[in-house]
Structures are given as C-alpha cells and as structure tokens.
C-alpha cells in the first residue's frame, strides 16, 4: 500500500487522474489530512463513498501509535517515540517558544555521520524515512497536543540532506498553503555538513533556513568530533554556505555545542569570529546536553557568556539557546536507545 502522505498535492493530483478522479479532489484530500488531521478516508465526507473505498484499496494514512512520551516539568516540551508501522521507531520533540510551537523531526532511523557528541552514534542505520513519515510526525504531535504547530526543525535523529529528496519533498507538503502551511522561512534544515547537498538545496527555491553544525574552528577538532570533516572539511563547507547566502539571500545559522576544554575557550571564539567574518550569520551557541557514555560535558556557564560575548564584540550575532526539556531526555537520540535498550534488557 503506498502511503498518501508521501505524495505533494502535485503527484496527488496525477495519481488522482490515474484512477479517473477529478484533480481538484487532490486538494479536498490535503484539506482532510493536514489542515482537519482526520485518522481515517471515512472522515473525508465530501468524497463520495466510491472515492473514499478507492482511496481505503489503494493507500494508507501511515497514522503513527505513542510508543512513550516524556513531558518536562520544567517547561512544556514533550518528546515523542513514535511506531513507524514497521517495527521500527523514531523520535520527536515539540518545545513551546514565546512565538509559539516548534517541533524537531527525525529524517531518518539511525544516522550514518557518527558525530562523537550525539547519543544516536552508536544506533545502527536501518534506513531513511519516506517524506509522508517525515510529515506525520508533526500531525502526530498536533493531534495528541491538541495545538497548531508553526516551527519545523529538522534536527532529530538523521542527517536530513542524506535524505535528500524526501526530506526536500516534506519541506513541499510542510510548505504548501494547502498542506500545512507552514512558512519557509519557518522551517530550519540542519546539516552536519554534505556539502554537494548544500549547494543542491541552494537551487531549489525554497527559503528555508539553513543550519550548520560547526561546532569546532579547526580541521584537526572538528574532524575528531564529526567524522563527515574528513570528507568536506570547513573551508569547503564555509565556501558551500558562502553560495547558499548567495543565491537564497538567508542568514545561516551555525550551531555551536560548547563542550568543556574541547572548543570553549577565547582561542576557539577568536579563530570562530574570523572564519564568519563578513557573512551573513548568526551563531547558535549550545550548552552541550550531557549524555550518558558522552565523553564530552557541559561548558562552564562563565565560559559560554564569554563566547558569546567575544562574538558580538566581533559583529558576529551570537546567543545562548535556552535549554528546554532539560529534565527529560532532550539530547537527540537519548529515548529512542532507552527504549531500545530496555526492551533488549527486558
Ligand atoms: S548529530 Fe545529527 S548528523 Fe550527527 S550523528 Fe547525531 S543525528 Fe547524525
């Protein structure tokens, strides 16, 4: 059965004419799942009884069960596991900012890039997912939430841009007025650095917010935190985000994990000020989540305003991100090997 969510109301709209239907009912359809967040092709009640059985014969809704939900005490952010229908599980999170609710999706199950710092290392690739698993996840977490969700990061488990299309597919159906409309510019693709990918998303017209993790100034330190180094080191990443600012005309975000005695001193801010000068920027600084067999741990609090400090001295746009769920396992990554794990302990 192929899932409906994976089809951008374009595609819809031919597959649509394949089963003799009229186009137009590809949007009523979209209407229905993202803007109504209906369960079931019952729902969809001015489709006629013969289209809603065609649609039950030939497609899913890929309508995803809890599998744990971890709330804050603190703030408001939930994190999800979710059963992807396959045996399989991801991760999502939903964090409530002063302009309202952001979720943090998950692109693939499992994660290829090995970054030193991230609790998925360690968790097996198995496989990308699809744009409608991409999607769902956000419908998901508004129908259990009861709330609009206007913020979309791609920043859970996975690297989005080594799932290219799917993830440039669910940016479409996030994007689109008659999806979940949901602004570009509202919607944040974090990369740990495919450069070729960088230049792709630069020509496809969509202006969403591109985010780097940087978070080293040298090829020698970035390289021992983030395997992908070896393969694009910064020069050539700093020139793939060069050309990105070009053509999109967007600041970029560059994220930056401060982790004690590895890249939090004046020396690692002063070489950062230098490699950004003169782009269009802004840096994200990050108190590193401390993660259980992690081998990195948190700045002091004194080191990172320091930073940040020296980085605005610069003309560099440098703020602290707030550390939300911090009482819930918020490091990406963290649920999803607890669950896994215990149910191996079990
Ligand atoms: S930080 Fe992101 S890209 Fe790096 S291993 Fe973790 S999930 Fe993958």
């Given at each position: 059965m192929k899932n409906i969510k994976d089809y951008d109301l374009e595609d819809l709209k031919e597959e649509l004419i394949s089963y003799d239907e009229k186009p137009y009912r590809a949007e009523q359809i979209f209407k229905w799942i993202y803007q109504e967040n209906i369960t079931s092709f019952?729902?969809?009640?001015?489709?006629?009884?013969?289209?809603?059985?065609?649609?039950?014969?030939?497609?899913?809704?890929?309508?995803?069960?809890?599998?744990?939900k971890q709330e804050s005490k603190k703030d408001e952010t939930k994190k999800y596991l979710f059963d992807v229908l396959d045996g399989n599980a991801i991760e999502t999170v939903l964090m409530k900012y002063h302009h309202g609710y952001s979720i943090c999706v998950s692109s693939q199950i499992g994660c290829k890039m090995?970054?030193?710092?991230?609790?998925?290392?360690?968790?097996?690739?198995v496989r990308s997912l699809t744009s409608g698993e991409i999607?769902?996840?956000?419908?998901?977490?508004?129908?259990?939430?009861?709330?609009?969700?206007?913020?979309?990061?791609?920043?859970?488990i996975g690297e989005p841009l080594d799932n290219y299309d799917n993830v440039v597919n669910a940016i479409r159906i996030i994007n689109n007025p008659k999806g979940l409309n949901i602004g570009a510019r509202h919607i944040s693709v974090s990369t740990s650095g495919l450069v070729p990918n960088i230049y792709r998303l630069a020509d496809e017209n969509i202006q969403c917010t591109?985010?780097?993790?940087?978070?080293?100034?040298?090829?020698?330190?970035?390289?021992s935190m983030m395997p992908v180094n070896n393969r694009y080191n910064i020069e050539a990443l700093l020139t793939a985000c060069k050309d990105y600012i070009n053509k999109t005309h967007r600041r970029i975000s560059?994220?930056?994990?401060?982790?004690?005695?590895?890249?939090?001193?004046?020396?690692?801010?002063?070489?950062?000020?230098?490699?950004?000068?003169?782009?269009?920027?802004?840096?994200?600084l990050i108190p590193i989540n401390k993660i259980e067999s992690g081998i990195y741990s948190k700045s002091s609090n004194e080191n990172i305003i320091k930073f940040r400090d020296y980085l605005n001295s610069k003309g560099i746009v440098a703020t602290i991100r707030r550390e939300l769920g911090s009482d819930i396992d918020?490091?990406?990554?963290?649920?999803?090997?607890?669950?896994?794990?215990?149910?191996e302990d079990a």
């Open positions: 019952d729902d969809m009640t001015n489709l006629s009884l013969e289209l809603r059985q065609k649609l039950k014969d030939n497609f899913t809704l890929c309508t995803y069960n809890i599998i744990k090995g970054c030193k710092f991230c609790a998925s290392t360690g968790i097996k690739f999607v769902e996840q956000i419908l998901a977490v508004e129908r259990d939430a009861k709330i609009k969700i206007s913020n979309v990061v791609f920043m859970g591109l985010s780097i993790s940087l978070h080293a100034t040298t090829d020698e330190k970035r390289s560059f994220e930056y994990a401060l982790a004690k005695e590895e890249n939090d001193n004046l020396e690692d801010a002063k070489r950062l000020a230098r490699l950004l000068k003169g782009m269009l920027c802004h840096v994200n918020a490091a990406c990554g963290q649920l999803r090997r607890k669950s896994l794990s215990s149910k």
